[in-house]
């Protein structure tokens, strides 16, 4: 059943809100100027924990990143 209804522009497009949005973030970072660039890519790096679970129970968590390990 087809709408006449308006979608966003990414949606048609075929892409998620999360990766129009992280598009988005990327060209605002690289727009900036030193130092608030640099400022903005260290506040981009994200950490989290993975944990898997067996029998019910939750296995020691690992600590992950998206960047690289220096």
């Not at 087809?2 to 992280?22: D, E, K, L």
């Not at 939750?58 to 960047?67: A, G, H, N």
């Amino acid at each position: 059943m087809a709408s006449n209804a308006a979608v966003p522009f990414w949606r048609a497009a075929g892409m998620t809100y999360i990766s129009y949005s992280n598009i988005c973030a990327n060209i605002v970072r690289n727009c900036l100027k030193e130092p608030h660039k640099a400022e903005a890519l260290t506040r981009e790096k994200v950490h989290f924990s993975l944990s898997k679970w067996a029998d019910g129970k939750p296995q020691k968590p690992v600590l992950r990143s998206d960047t690289p390990e220096v």
